[in-house]
C-alpha cells in the first residue's frame, strides 16, 4: 500500500482511509473518478471494497492474477477483489470461523459479476482433488443455470438477476470447497406474465426456443419463433445483441448435466418451462352468458396438458371455473374472461415459481456435502440492489425494503457494533453521527402499523378490498410519519409530485414513489384453489413435487407474499448475523451501460445510499485492527522472547509485554478491556511480516531440534547395538582364545608323552607324536635330498623311528638319481666313460697319476689324418688307423729323445718320424707294456724279438700316457698286458741285450742315463685327489 503512494497523484488513493479531506464527499468521488478513469476500478475503505462497473472487460481477472494476490497480505497490492476474497479465504482458515461477503450496490452495479469473481477465485486458490474438483465445477456451473432461470433483461441490466441469492460455500479445515448450498429469495414472478417495454422475461424461454434442438422443440411442440408466444414479447425485444441465447443455451445444457439433472429431470423441466409458453398463449372466448370458454380442440392446451401430463378436460375445467365450497357441497363458478386470463396467469406464475424452488433445491442435492466432520463456510450474498423506476410496483417495494434491511444489518455489524464495541472494551469513542434506518424498517415492518401489516389485513380481511382501500389505511395509520408521504397527506410542493393513488417512501437511500396498483394481487398471488388441485393431478415429477397432495388448501389463508419474503429476510439476517461480515459495495458508473462514463450525480447519489462516507468516518475515527487478547498473543507470542513459548499471567498482560517488545507507540495501540486496539494497518502489517519471518525461523529451529532428537535417538541405539555386538565379539574371542589354550595346553602335553615314549612301542600316547616325526623327517628330507649322485651320502640322519624308511628312501632315491643321470649321458660320453672304466681298471690305485688323469677326457686321437705324412698314409692304407698320438721316442743306445708319431691301426703299432715309419709292431707280437707306478709318462713296449735285425722294444714318453694305454689295450685288446711295475724296468734294447728304466720319485722331472746306464726317470709325486 505504501509503495502505491508515491503514485497518487495520477490514480488517487488506493485506501480512502489515507484520504486527507476524509468527511468531503466531493474528495471521495474525485478520487473514485480519478481511479475509474485510469481503469482501477476497484478502492478500499479499510477492508471494504468499492468497485465501481467498468463495463467493459480488461485483463485484471487472469489466472496469472489470481496467483499473485494468493497468499498475499491483503493491503500489499492494489485493491482488488481477489484480494478481499483471499482474505477472507485466509481468515476463515486461520481462525476457522465463518463469514459472508455483502455484495450490495443497485441493479447493473456488478453485484452478480463480483460474486462470480470470487467463486472463481476460491475454484483456482483451493486445493483440488478429484472430489474436491467435482465440487468446484458444480458451485461454478451452479451458477448459469440460476442465471438462466432467474436473471432477465431489464432497463437497467441486460443480465439482473431477478431473485435474491444467498450461497454458501462449504470448506474443509484445510480449506478444500467441499459443498455448498443456495438460498433464493423472492423470485420475480410476475415478469412470466408480464414484461415492461424494453424488457423481457426469463432468459430461460429466449434459450430454449432460439437454442433448443429441433428434436426437442418438436416434443415440446415449440416453433423456433419468439414472437409466436405472448409471454415473450411484451416488452418487445426478445432478441438483444448483447445476449447470445443460442450459445447461452448450450452452456446451461451441459451445466444441467454436470450438476447430475437426469435426462429424465431435464425433459420434464423443459416440458414445464414450454407449457407456460403453451398456456401463454392459450385464448379465452366469452360465451353466449358472458363466461370464459375454450373451444375444444385447442391446440394449446392439448400442448399443455400432454406435457403436464394432465387430462385435458381437467385443465380446461381448471382454468375456465372457480370451485366454490357451499357449506357441504362444492360448487363451480365459471369465470369471466378476464378472471380466466388472471387465473391462467396466476397459474403460469405459480408453475415457473414453485419449479424455481425446485431448481434450486435440486442444486442443493448436488452441492450438498456428505461429510459431517466441522465445516467453515463463506458466504455470497448476492442481491437485487435498491431499484427506482418511473413506476415502482410491490416488486420494487419488497426489494428496496430488503435492501434497507441489509443497510441495518451493515449499521449493526459495523457502525454500531463498532461503537459499542469500543465502548465495552472501555475505549474512548469519538461519536459518529450517522443516518440509522431503523425507522425505514420499523415503517415497512413493525407489527400491527407496518405497511406490511397494513397491507396483509387488507388482503385477507372480508368486504370488498382494493388497492385503494390500502392507500387510505396507510394514510389513516402512519400519517406524520417523517419518511412517508402520500397525495393527500403531502404539502402542496410534493403533492405536485405525486398522482392519486401513489405513495412514497424517504429510504435510506433516497425518496421512491411507489403506485399502489396491484399491491393486493400481487401480495395474495392467488392461485384459485382449483388450480392447485389441478396441478396435483399432473403426470410430470417437478410439478407434482411443487404441488404436493399434503399442501394446506385454501380453507387456511396461505402466507402473503410480503410475510413470507419477510421472515426470509428474518432467516437471513440471522444467517448472516452469526458471520463475520466482509463489504463489497458496488457503484454504476452511468446508466447507458457504456464504458468510460463516470456520471457524478449518479455516483453521488449511490455512495450516499451505500452508506460509504459513513463507513469511511467509522474507519478513520477508529482503528483499524482490534482483536482478542488470547487471539493476538496466541498468533503473535513467538515474536517476544518473554511470552515465548509460554506465557504465564494474563493474556492482556502478555500482548502489552508484546507490543512493548515490538516498540509500538502509544498512539498506535489501545487496550481495551478484552482486546487489543491498533489504529493504523501498517502497524500490523509489520507486525504480521515479523511473524512470517519469525515463525520460518522458529520452523527451522523446531525441525533442527526434532532432527537433532531423532538423530540423538538413533545415536544411542546405534550405541547401544555397538556395545552389545562388541560384548558378544569380545566374549566369542575369549571363549576362542580359551579353548585355543586348552587345545594348546593338550597339544603340548600330548607332544611331551609322545617325545618321552618316542622310543617305544606304538600306543595312543605316542603315535600323533610319531606321526608329527615322520611327518616332520619327511618334510624335512623332501627339502634337504641331495641333488647329485656324487652327493649320496650326505642323507639327512633320520630319526630312529624312521630309520628303515629312510634306507629304504635312500636307496630309492639314489636309484632313481642313477636313473635320471644315465639315462641323460650320450652315446659320446658313454664310450668315454666306458674308455674311462677300462682305464680304471687298468690304473686305478696303481699310478701315483692316474687320479689327475681322471678329469681330463679322452680324444678320438691326438693326431688329425692331415698331420700324418700322406706317405705313411699310403703305406698303411689297407689297415683301419685308429689312434694317433704324439711321443718321445727315447733311443735305445744313449736314450735320446726322438719326437715321433704313434699310429695304432686295427693291426699293429706304428712309430713314424715324419714320412718315415721307423717301426711297425704287429698286436701279436706285442708281449706287453710296462708303466711305473709313478707320475711319470713313460711305456716301455715289450715286443717279441724272435729276429736279431729286429729292433728291441720301445720305451716312449707320452703326454696322453692314459689315453693311449688305453685305446691300445683295447685295439690290441692287451688289456692284461699292461703292468704297473714299480722300481726299474727291464727292456729288450736288441734281442739278448738289455736295458733298464729306474723309477724314481723327485723334487722335479728329469730324465737322464744314468751312471749304471739306466734310464733315469725321475718325477714329482703328484698329489692324490
Ligand atoms: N467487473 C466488471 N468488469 C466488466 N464488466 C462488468 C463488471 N461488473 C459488471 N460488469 C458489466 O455490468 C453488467 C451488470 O453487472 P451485474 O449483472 O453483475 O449487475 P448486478 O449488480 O448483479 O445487477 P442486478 O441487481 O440487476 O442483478 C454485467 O453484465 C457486465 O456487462
Ligand atoms: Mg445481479
Not at 467435482?134 to 440460476?146: A, F, G
Not at 407456460?276 to 396438458?305: C, D, P, T
Not at 469500543?422 to 415497512?444: A, Q, R, T
Amino acid at each position: 500500500m505504501e509503495a502505491s503512494l508515491t503514485a497518487r497523484d495520477r490514480v488517487g488513493i488506493q485506501d480512502f482511509v489515507l484520504l486527507d479531506p476524509y468527511t468531503s464527499e466531493t474528495a471521495f468521488l474525485e478520487n473514485l473518478k480519478k481511479r475509474f478513469h485510469e481503469n482501477l476500478i476497484y478502492t478500499y475503505i479499510g477492508t471494504l471494497l468499492v468497485s465501481v462497473n467498468p463495463y467493459k472487460d480488461f485483463d485484471i481477472y487472469s489466472k496469472k492474477q489470481m496467483d499473485i494476490y494468493m497468499g498475499v497480505n491483503f493491503f500489499e497490492l492494489p485493491p482488488h477483489i481477489y484480494a478481499l476474497a483471499d482474505n477472507v479465504f485466509r481468515t476463515m482458515l486461520s481462525e476457522f470461523n465463518n463469514h459472508f461477503i455483502l455484495i450490495s450496490g443497485e441493479s447493473g452495479a456488478g453485484k452478480t459479476e463480483a460474486s462470480k469473481k470470487i467463486l472463481q477465485f476460491y475454484a483456482v486458490s483451493c486445493p483440488s482433488t478429484k472430489l474436491l474438483n467435482n465440487v468446484r465445477d458444480r458451485l461454478l456451473l451452479s451458477n448459469p443455470v440460476l442465471e438462466a432461470f432467474g436473471n432477465a433483461k431489464t432497463l437497467k441490466n441486460d443480465n439482473s438477476s431477478r431473485f435474491g441469492k444467498y450461497m454458501d460455500i462449504q470448506f474443509d479445515h484445510q480449506g478444500g470447497a467441499v459443498g455448498g448450498h443456495v438460498l433464493s429469495y423472492l423470485l420475480e414472478k410476475s415478469r412470466v406474465v408480464h414484461q415492461n417495454h424494453g424488457e423481457r422475461n426469463f432468459h430461460i424461454f429466449y434459450q430454449l426456443v432460439e437454442g433448443g434442438e429441433e428434436d426437442l422443440l418438436r416434443w415440446l411442440g415449440l416453433e423456433r419463433n419468439c414472437q409466436h408466444y405472448r409471454y415473450l414479447v411484451q416488452g418487445d425485444c426478445a432478441k438483444v445483441s448483447s445476449i447470445n441465447d443460442k450459445s447461452d443455451w448450450r452452456t446451461v445444457r451441459k451445466a444441467l448435466s454436470v450438476i447430475e439433472f437426469s435426462e429424465n429431470d431435464i425433459e420434464q423441466l423443459f416440458g414445464i418451462i414450454a407449457s407456460v409458453l403453451h398456456l401463454g398463449n392459450i385464448k379465452f372466448e366469452a360465451n353466449e352468458r358472458g363466461y370464459a370458454s375454450l373451444n375444444n380442440n385447442n391446440q394449446e392446451m392439448n400442448w399443455v396438458s400432454k406435457l403436464l401430463g394432465i387430462p385435458t378436460q381437467v385443465l380446461q375445467q381448471g382454468l375456465t371455473h372457480r370451485k366454490i365450497e357451499a357449506k357441504a357441497e362444492e360448487v363451480f363458478s365459471p369465470f369471466s374472461v378476464d378472471h380466466a386470463v388472471y387465473a391462467r396467469d396466476a397459474l403460469a406464475k405459480a408453475i415457473y415459481g414453485r419449479t424455481f424452488n425446485w431448481l434450486v433445491n435440486k442444486i442443493n442435492e448436488s452441492l450438498v456435502n456428505k461429510d459431517s466432520s466441522r465445516k467453515t463456510v463463506i458466504g455470497l450474498l448476492d442481491i437485487y440492489g435498491f431499484e427506482v423506476f418511473n413506476v415502482n410496483s410491490f416488486e420494487q417495494f419488497c426489494i428496496n425494503y430488503c435492501n434497507e434491511k441489509l443497510q441495518q444489518l451493515f449499521i449493526q455489524l459495523t457502525l454500531k457494533s463498532e461503537q459499542e464495541e469500543y465502548e465495552m472494551e472501555g475505549i474512548e469513542w469519538e461519536s459518529v453521527p450517522f443516518f440509522n434506518n431503523k425507522i425505514i424498517c420499523d415503517l415497512v415492518e413493525e407489527k400491527h402499523r407496518g405497511i406490511i401489516s397494513l397491507l396483509d389485513e387488507e388482503c385477507l380481511r372480508p368486504g370488498e378490498a382494493t388497492d385503494l382501500t390500502f392507500l387510505e389505511k396507510m394514510e389513516e395509520k402512519i400519517a406524520g410519519h417523517p419518511h412517508f408521504v402520500t397525495h393527500k397527506l403531502a404539502d402542496q410542493k410534493t403533492r405536485k409530485t405525486l398522482d392519486r393513488g401513489d405513495f412514497r417512501l424517504l429510504h435510506y437511500a433516497g425518496e421512491v414513489t411507489y403506485c399502489v396498483v396491484g399491491f393486493l394481487d400481487k401480495n395474495n398471488d392467488l392461485l384459485y384453489r382449483n388450480g392447485k388441485e389441478v396441478m396435483r393431478q399432473s403426470k410430470n415429477a417437478i410439478i407434482k413435487l411443487c404441488f404436493p397432495s399434503t399442501e394446506p388448501d385454501s380453507k387456511r389463508r396461505p402466507e402473503t407474499v410480503v410475510t413470507q419474503f419477510k421472515s426470509s429476510l428474518v432467516g437471513l439476517t440471522e444467517i448472516l448475523m452469526s458471520k463475520e461480515p466482509w463489504y463489497v459495495r458496488c457503484i454504476k458508473p452511468n446508466e447507458a451501460k457504456q464504458p468510460g462514463r463516470f456520471d457524478d450525480v449518479l455516483v453521488r447519489h449511490q455512495v450516499k445510499y451505500l452508506g460509504l462516507m459513513e463507513h469511511l468516518r467509522v474507519r478513520r475515527a477508529g482503528f483499524a485492527y482490534r482483536r482478542k487478547y488470547e487471539i493476538f498473543l496466541q498468533r503473535y507470542k513467538a515474536l517476544c522472547p518473554d511470552t515465548w513459548p509460554n506465557w504465564k499471567g494474563t493474556a492482556a498482560e502478555g500482548v502489552h509485554c508484546l507490543v512493548k517488545h515490538m516498540g509500538y507507540t502509544p498512539d498506535e495501540y489501545k487496550m481495551g478491556r478484552t482486546k487489543i486496539f491498533i489504529r493504523h494497518p501498517k502497524t500490523l502489517f509489520a507486525t504480521e511480516d515479523a511473524f512470517q519471518v519469525c515463525k520460518h525461523r522458529l520452523a527451522t529451529r523446531i525441525q533442527a531440534k526434532y532432527k537433532g532428537y531423532r538423530v540423538k535417538g538413533d545415536y544411542l541405539r546405534q550405541r547401544e547395538a555397538a556395545t552389545k555386538i562388541e560384548t558378544c565379539w569380545r566374549g566369542m574371542l575369549a571363549r576362542k582364545e580359551r579353548d585355543k589354550r586348552s587345545w594348546a595346553v593338550k597339544v603340548i602335553q600330548k607332544f611331551i608323552k609322545g617325545f618321552m615314549t618316542r622310543n617305544q612301542a606304538v600306543s595312543v600316547d605316542n603315535i600323533e607324536y610319531l606321526a608329527y616325526v615322520r611327518q616332520n623327517y619327511l618334510t624335512r628330507l623332501k627339502d634337504n635330498l641331495p641333488k647329485t649322485v656324487l652327493e649320496k651320502d650326505s642323507w639327512l640322519t633320520s630319526p630312529p623311528i624312521m630309520q628303515e624308511a629312510a634306507q629304504l628312501l635312500k636307496k630309492l632315491y639314489i636309484r632313481l638319481m642313477v636313473r635320471k643321470y644315465v639315462r641323460g649321458i650320450t652315446p659320446q660320453r658313454k664310450a668315454q666313460l666306458l674308455l674311462k672304466a677300462q682305464t680304471s681298471s687298468m690304473f686305478k690305485g696303481k699310478k701315483e697319476s692316474y687320479p689327475s688323469s681322471v678329469g681330463r677326457p679322452f680324444m678320438d686321437t691326438r693326431i688329425g689324418a692331415e698331420d700324418i705324412s700322406i706317405k705313411v698314409l699310403q703305406m698303411i692304407r689297407h689297415e683301419q688307423i685308429k689312434y694317433s698320438v704324439p711321443v718321445v721316442k727315447y733311443d735305445r743306445n744313449g736314450f735320446r729323445p726322438r719326437f715321433r708319431q704313434l699310429i695304432l691301426t686295427k693291426e699293429a703299432a706304428y712309430l713314424v718320424e715324419e714320412t718315415k715309419i721307423k717301426q711297425r709292431m704287429d698286436y701279436i707280437s706285442l708281449k706287453g707294456v710296462s708303466v711305473s707306478n709313478l707320475s711319470d709318462n713313460f711305456l716301455i713296449l715289450h715286443v717279441t724279438c724272435d729276429d736279431m735285425k729286429q729292433k728291441g722294444d720301445l720305451v716312449l714318453q707320452s703326454d696322453y700316457l692314459f689315453e693311449a694305454l688305453t685305446k691300445l689295450s683295447l685295439i690290441a685288446n692287451k688289456q692284461n698286458s699292461i703292468k704297473v711295475v714299480q722300481g726299474s724296468v727291464r727292456f729288450d734294447i736288441q734281442p739278448g741285450r738289455e736295458g733298464f728304466v729306474d723309477f724314481k720319485s723327485g723334487q722335479e722331472s728329469m730324465v737322464y742315463r744314468a751312471k749304471n746306464g739306466h734310464l733315469m726317470v725321475e718325477s714329482t709325486k703328484t698329489k692324490s685327489r
